[in-house]
């Protein structure tokens, strides 16, 4: 019967470093990019997944619409298409 208590216990033990070393983490950063998200207004540069940069004239719950300089031309995406906020101090 040691043996068995053992090997539920190692089995345990994987599952809970599992959910420490790749759930958790996961969690943290989904939670900060929706907050992201969430604080997005007119004005922001963003740069979107596809790496298009470009600054914010128009939100809404869902999309946003996204002027591109130096054309001024403009794109409607999804949020979940946003990938940073880019800050003046971490502009190129």
Sequence with gaps: MPGGLMQILT???ICVAFYGFLLLPERKRRKSYNEML???KVGDRVMTRGGIIGNITQLDEETLIL???PDGIKITIAKQGISTRINQETEM
């Design 11 to 13: 089995l345990v033990i």
């Design 67 to 69: 002027e591109i300089e």
């Design 38 to 40: 969430d604080s997005l």
